[in-house]
């Protein structure tokens, strides 16, 4: 079942752009990984059985601790 996790954290610099991204195209089941600028800066992450909770611990961890899992939507 196809997964759509919203993740809201501040996007600093190109560097934490790149950490994000690497984190999150790791994670088990994710295909596809967007960001989004618009008001707040925020993480689409797309896939099938994905662990959200365990994706933003990981965010949080490694890049910011402000990171905030905001939705998880299953799309069938």
Known sequence: MMQTIVIE???H???CK???LAI???ADGVTM???ER???D???IKGEDVDAA???EHLREKVTRHARLVSVTNDE
Do not use: D, N
């Open 9 to 11: 954290l501040p996007l």
């Open 13 to 15: 610099c190109a560097k």
């Open 24 to 26: 999150c195209t790791t």
């Open 38 to 40: 618009e008001g707040r």
């Open 18 to 20: 790149k950490k994000i």
């Open 42 to 44: 925020r993480v689409v």
């Open 33 to 35: 990984v967007t960001l």
């Open 54 to 56: 365990r994706v933003t």
